[in-house]
């Protein structure tokens, strides 16, 4: 699929397909693509061009969609002056379920994200991870077959998002339900997804399991807090076998290296030969922050700071008074 906006290209013809039961993730820096990926896919949205089905029925037959998705978005979206179980109901009834049905399901998806205990308590009150447990609640009421989480630990502390990840791998588990999720952060990706797509500047650039999209690195990562351009140092090893590719960001230059603790001397003789300062080695297995440098050239984080000069920029052009 491809989405445009005023001719600015946001989806750069995508595919991807995502099997039943599955915990799929779609990794990218803020402003790759994935929110507008996400809302095309739940009928907010329509495609500029493209195919998109969801549970078996086109993205344009929305009511059939929207009755087989669930969606937690990026902002909350609760009602604060509601308690939890209040706004599971009126989640329910929105859907059309009766009023046995309301109280089954909220009973139990309240259980699922353990806030039972909170569920006559006016939401203004929870904390932040209860209001995200709450939603991911409100998301299941309807039994979809399909839920999107989009950035689900947003601005949550370290400690609340890897509860939030044990809360999404368990309704997975339990509740068989598809989960496609868009996230910026690498190691929640790697924890909870069987297979996840690394999108940037609106194109898929890698597909596959975590550990596959590692292992496509082939070797060790040796990082070198090191002077010298990333040319420099490519010219300097070019004719070195054991070596993979070479990168440079955030003032680190990567080697990918077979048997990377043999080659650190090496690596350290040659910047002694070129006059280049070294202030820190480290040696580590490939991470899918290496392999997002590998597919992109830039670390997640340059990547959303270069987004952000690209949203100022589009904003300058459009919105200027």
């Known amino acids: 699929m491809t989405k445009e906006f005023d001719g600015f290209r946001a989806l750069d013809e995508i595919t991807f397909s995502v099997k039943k039961g599955e915990l799929f993730g779609l990794l990218g820096p803020n402003g790759a693509g994935k929110t507008t990926t996400l809302n095309i896919l739940s009928t ?11 549970a078996g029925f086109s993205t344009g037959c929305s009511d059939e969609v929207r009755s087989r998705i669930g969606m937690v978005f990026q902002e909350p979206a609760l009602d604060g002056e509601l308690t939890g179980r209040e706004n599971l109901e009126f989640h329910g009834w929105m859907y059309g379920m009766s009023d046995s049905e309301i109280r089954k399901r909220s009973k139990a998806v309240l259980e699922l994200v353990e806030l039972t205990d909170k569920a006559d308590v006016l939401v203004n009150n929870y904390s932040g991870g209860m209001k995200r447990r709450l939603e991911i609640a409100r998301g299941l009421m309807h039994e979809p077959e399909v839920l999107f989480l989009d950035e689900p630990t947003l601005g949550l502390d370290v400690q609340t998002r890897r509860h939030i990840w044990e809360y999404v791998k368990k309704l997975n588990e339990k509740e068989k339900v598809t989960i496609v999720l868009t996230t910026h952060y690498l190691e929640e990706a790697d924890f909870l997804c069987g297979r996840v797509a690394i999108i940037d500047k609106g194109r898929i650039v890698a597909l596959d399991s975590p550990a596959k999209l590692k292992d496509s690195i082939g070797g060790d990562v040796v990082s070198l807090e090191a002077s010298g351009s990333e040319a ?13 590719s070479v990168s440079r960001h955030d ?29 820190s080695v480290t040696l580590h297995k490939p991470s899918l922050e290496d392999v997002f440098v590998h597919f992109t050239g830039k670390s997640i984080r340059e990547q959303e700071a270069s987004s952000e000069d690209r949203a100022r920029a589009f904003a300058r052009r459009h919105f200027r008074r």
Do not use: M, Y
């Open 251 to 279: 003032g680190v230059v990567d080697f990918v290296v077979e048997r990377g603790e043999r080659h650190i001397p090496e690596l350290l003789r040659v910047a002694q030969k070129l006059g280049f300062e070294v202030s």
């Open 44 to 54: 907010l949205l329509c495609a500029t061009s493209g195919t998109t089905e969801v």
């Open 232 to 244: 420099e140092w490519a010219k300097a090893l070019k004719a070195a076998a054991w070596l993979n």
